[in-house]
């Protein structure tokens, strides 16, 4: 692992010796320079100019890196990179089974990727996707700030199956409005929480604990983490929009995601157990807000969100057919094993998938594919 160490050190150098970002007023605020010590990158997301956050589920925190990569352009050109898993694993002196690729995030401002990998030690690795080139991000001597959640699940916790609880105290994550949103679990008697922390950060985060209708299981739950979600409007109002294994589609509105509040969730749709949802993006096209929805057992979901503003129910009673599906309508794309996906501008998808021959191919879907 000896050229992994050497990436990790210069690898991406020159992002470093880019002009310094003029950052919104106080943006930087409690930022250091240093190495921050990431232990794991599970989550990640962008801010404001170039701000990237990395959710750490092992050390149970939220770092913010200033990636200096800032530069605008609207459009970006379509990407298309085949066997990206083969070309990270050369990179980084190993073979394709000794990575996991763990999530991909578009820099909004750039339209560079960012991809988090994990090796086989465990090392975690942040890289950059800049058309065709890849380059392996410094996380040595940068700009930075952290912090630590509250609550966290102890390091050597586990849940009735004997699976360690502190892999989910960062589920996925979002920057939205000034804040940086975050999903997973807490060491509270209602484990499944919410967490709105405001950016730059200080002392304050906000947490909310949350309990949802499982249609597929029968039950009302507290303990199982949202798996991925996103923020959208729907008639009018703001809300959180997730999604759990088995694959419920639960409404909570962001008003009532107060401090200290418990949360009962609107389930507007079940659309099937075994299966466990992989990523969440909003998309528009023409007059249509969609909510596009990756999965690990099924192909990827299509839900406009005049759909789910004219579903007025709630799921409330079992699905009794197993793998059977309920609520608020949506389309399944013929597209599968998507792994993760990301806006990578207003009318291009960015999707890692697993090809059918097994090829692991990053590549742009565009507009017909909405």
Known sequence: MKKLIFFLAVGAAGLLAIATTNHTTGQLDGFMNGSPEIKSISTLAFGPDG????????????????????????????????????????????????????????????????????????????????????????????????????NAPAEDAKDQRGRPLRVSSISDLSFYDGKVMVSGLSNQEFSSTFRIIPFPFGNKQDQSSLEIYHAAHAQYETAAPIRTFTIGELGGKKYLIASYTCTPLVLFPLDELKPGTHVKGRTVGEFGSGNSPLDMITMKKGDDMLLIMSNSNRPVFKVKYKNIESYQGALTTPVEESFATAGVNFIQLPLTNVLQLDKLDDKQILVLQRRINGDLDLWTAGDRWL
Do not use: M, W
């Open 51 to 150: 701000i990237l956050f990395i959710g750490d589920s092992k050390s149970a925190s939220i770092f913010a890196i200033d990636t200096k990569d800032a530069t605008r352009i609207e459009k970006s050109p379509a990407i298309e990179i085949k066997n990206i898993d083969q070309k990270i694993a050369a990179l980084l002196g190993t073979q394709p089974q000794n990575i996991t690729i763990l999530d991909i995030a578009v820099n909004p401002a750039s339209k560079n990727v960012y991809c988090a990998v994990h090796s086989i030690d465990g090392t975690p690795v942040l890289l950059k996707i800049s058309g065709d080139k890849i380059d392996a991000v410094n996380l040595k001597d940068i700009a930075y700030s952290s912090v630590a959640l509250n």
